[in-house]
């Protein structure tokens, strides 16, 4: 800057006190948001309030301190986890690691692909926390019944529809809708409103029946509940070329894709009443070929949202008088499902919507997730001539073909299964869930499903961390093969 003209310092003017108590008051004001940013959610009471919200915020909070604690990536914090010393819920770790974050791996680890429980679901929502978060207060929907005096949600089955129409697994419009809690409720509840009148004292009890392999369940509640109306009659195959009575009455479910051998199937029996189980018919387990229109279908939610713990399902059901004597099963024994347990779903539902088709579409994750854990388990077994694992050759997805680059390309095919159907080969092998046991591999043995011994069944559906025991497991097993002499068992 030149110098002013005469050598002169220029004067400086004074700043007007307006203009100071302006800068002063703005430094003060931009202060008082950074504190209020940075400390005010920890400062926050019960009665304290906030962007509109009171009640809800501490509930927010609570939730949130326990979805941020990560537990080493390999465990999980609950809100009604069993509290420690210093009176919080501590981490609940996942099989094979240990420690009060988790951060323990048991070396050697039995793997334990028991359980059919879909874990592989949880990152995905983890990703979706935000979206996928229920609020409610203690006074919410208290009482008995719901919108009209119903016990079902109507916004909920509404969302149901949505959901089977957008996805294209089931055909909807001239079915009606019974909730129950897990699909598991709607085995008995679908007998019983299948079965002849109990009033009928003449009409013989309808036989429930189903082909091998079969989920295990179907006999084992018909079995349990011990209806008069109904017996359990044991495998299709006993009645396929027998001579029937024309009071004969069947009951078959058919299980698609079927649990444990993941395939799609249709009913054996001509002329049964067939139970469709639609728990895998969604688009990361398997291909959709055509909407499902059967009469009558059960769905759950545990498997395509992997939301398990919930307990809930549904029946999609023509006849009105069938769908009249499920609906009242479900009210004489528990009053229809949970009422929360209908709010979160119909969050939940409201979430894989308004993903769908969109990169972050639950079932691109899903059919991800299941396809590369099918491919390294294939990978394995392949190198194997002590197991094999089911062959059925891969499809096209038209659900995916939709979403995904529609030029030709394997990625359309579907080859993801939820379970492994796992043979074992060599004759002294005979009990193949008791091989794999002694190989620290806890399976679930094909005499469950009425199989033989030589099959067991590998969920793929468990965390992560389970995924990567079995793997190693498995691998020890396969490379053991090369160092067993012929015939003397590696394990
Ligand atoms: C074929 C089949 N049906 C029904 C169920 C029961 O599902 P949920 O009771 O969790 O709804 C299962 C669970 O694994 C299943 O595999």
Redesign the pocket.
């Given at each position: 800057m030149e110098p002013a003209a005469g050598g002169q310092q220029p004067r400086r003017r004074p700043v007007s006190p307006g203009l100071l108590a302006l800068l002063c008051s703005s430094l003060l004001l931009n202060a008082v948001f950074i504190a209020h940013h940075l400390f005010w959610p920890t400062r926050l009471g019960a009665g304290d309030s906030c962007c509109g919200l009171s009640w809800a915020l501490q509930a927010a909070r609570e939730a949130e301190a326990v979805a941020a604690t990560d537990c080493s990536g390999h465990g999980r914090v609950f809100l009604d986890g069993v509290s420690g010393e210093d009176g919080r819920p501590g981490c609940e770790c996942n099989t094979c690691f240990s420690g009060p974050d988790c951060s323990l791996r048991t070396p050697n680890c039995t793997a334990d692909a028991d359980s059919?429980n879909p874990l592989f679901l949880e990152p995905y929502w983890r990703r979706h926390a935000a979206a996928s978060a229920v609020v409610f207060s203690g006074w919410h929907r208290i009482s008995y019944s719901t919108t009209d005096g119903l016990f079902q949600s109507v916004e909920l089955e509404n969302h149901i529809r949505m959901l089977h129409r957008a996805v294209g697994n089931a055909v909807v419009d001239d079915k009606h809708v019974v909730f129950s809690a897990?699909?598991?409720q709607l085995i008995n509840a679908l007998v019983y409103a299948l079965s002849p009148d109990a009033n009928d004292a003449d009409a013989p009890p309808a036989r429930v029946v189903s082909a091998v392999p079969y989920?295990g369940n179907y006999k084992k509640q018909t079995e349990l509940f011990d209806g008069r109306e109904y017996e359990w009659g044991g495998t299709t195959a006993v009645w396929a070329n027998a001579s029937r009575n024309s009071t004969d009455r069947f009951i078959e479910f058919v299980?698609s894709p079927n649990?444990p051998d993941t395939q799609l199937r249709k009913a054996a029996l001509g002329g049964s009443m067939a139970v469709f189980?639609h728990?895998y018919y969604w688009p990361h387990f398997t291909p959709i070929p055509a909407p499902a229109d059967e009469d009558v279908m059960m769905f759950?939610m545990?498997k395509p949202s992997g939301h398990?713990g919930s307990r809930f399902?549904w029946a999609l059901i023509r006849d009105e008088k069938v769908a009249k004597r499920a609906y009242s099963y479900v009210t004489e024994s528990i009053m229809g499902a949970s009422r929360d347990t209908q709010m979160r779903m119909l969050k939940i539902i409201k979430v894989i919507l308004a993903n769908l088709r969109t990169e972050e579409d639950i079932f691109v994750f899903g059919h991800d997730v299941m396809r590369t854990r099918w491919r390294r388990l294939n990978a394995i077994a392949s190198r194997s001539r002590r197991i094999s694992l089911q062959k059925i050759p891969p499809q096209y997805c038209t659900y995916f073909k939709r979403i995904r680059d529609p030029s030709p390309g394997t990625h359309h095919l579907s080859f993801c299964y939820s379970y492994a159907w796992v043979k074992c080969e060599r004759e002294q092998d005979e009990d193949c869930h008791e091989a794999l046991l002694k190989a620290n591999i806890i399976t679930r043995p094909g005499v469950i499903y009425e199989a033989s011994k030589k099959y067991t069944r590998v969920s793929l559906l468990k965390s992560d961390d389970d995924f990567d025991v079995l793997i190693e497991r498995f691998t020890d097993l396969v490379n053991a093969e090369k160092y067993a002499a012929p015939g003397v068992s590696s394990m």
């Amino acid at each position: 800057m030149e110098p002013a003209a005469g050598g002169q310092q220029p004067r400086r003017r004074p700043v007007s006190p307006g203009l100071l108590a302006l800068l002063c008051s703005s430094l003060l004001l931009n202060a008082v948001f950074i504190a209020h940013h940075l400390f005010w959610p920890t400062r926050l009471g019960a009665g304290d309030s906030c962007c509109g919200l009171s009640w809800a915020l501490q509930a927010a909070r609570e939730a949130e301190a326990v979805a941020a604690t990560d537990c080493s990536g390999h465990g999980r914090v609950f809100l009604d986890g069993v509290s420690g010393e210093d009176g919080r819920p501590g981490c609940e770790c996942n099989t094979c690691f240990s420690g009060p974050d988790c951060s323990l791996r048991t070396p050697n680890c039995t793997a334990d692909a028991d359980s059919g429980n879909p874990l592989f679901l949880e990152p995905y929502w983890r990703r979706h926390a935000a979206a996928s978060a229920v609020v409610f207060s203690g006074w919410h929907r208290i009482s008995y019944s719901t919108t009209d005096g119903l016990f079902q949600s109507v916004e909920l089955e509404n969302h149901i529809r949505m959901l089977h129409r957008a996805v294209g697994n089931a055909v909807v419009d001239d079915k009606h809708v019974v909730f129950s809690a897990g699909s598991l409720q709607l085995i008995n509840a679908l007998v019983y409103a299948l079965s002849p009148d109990a009033n009928d004292a003449d009409a013989p009890p309808a036989r429930v029946v189903s082909a091998v392999p079969y989920y295990g369940n179907y006999k084992k509640q018909t079995e349990l509940f011990d209806g008069r109306e109904y017996e359990w009659g044991g495998t299709t195959a006993v009645w396929a070329n027998a001579s029937r009575n024309s009071t004969d009455r069947f009951i078959e479910f058919v299980t698609s894709p079927n649990n444990p051998d993941t395939q799609l199937r249709k009913a054996a029996l001509g002329g049964s009443m067939a139970v469709f189980d639609h728990a895998y018919y969604w688009p990361h387990f398997t291909p959709i070929p055509a909407p499902a229109d059967e009469d009558v279908m059960m769905f759950t939610m545990s498997k395509p949202s992997g939301h398990a713990g919930s307990r809930f399902g549904w029946a999609l059901i023509r006849d009105e008088k069938v769908a009249k004597r499920a609906y009242s099963y479900v009210t004489e024994s528990i009053m229809g499902a949970s009422r929360d347990t209908q709010m979160r779903m119909l969050k939940i539902i409201k979430v894989i919507l308004a993903n769908l088709r969109t990169e972050e579409d639950i079932f691109v994750f899903g059919h991800d997730v299941m396809r590369t854990r099918w491919r390294r388990l294939n990978a394995i077994a392949s190198r194997s001539r002590r197991i094999s694992l089911q062959k059925i050759p891969p499809q096209y997805c038209t659900y995916f073909k939709r979403i995904r680059d529609p030029s030709p390309g394997t990625h359309h095919l579907s080859f993801c299964y939820s379970y492994a159907w796992v043979k074992c080969e060599r004759e002294q092998d005979e009990d193949c869930h008791e091989a794999l046991l002694k190989a620290n591999i806890i399976t679930r043995p094909g005499v469950i499903y009425e199989a033989s011994k030589k099959y067991t069944r590998v969920s793929l559906l468990k965390s992560d961390d389970d995924f990567d025991v079995l793997i190693e497991r498995f691998t020890d097993l396969v490379n053991a093969e090369k160092y067993a002499a012929p015939g003397v068992s590696s394990m």
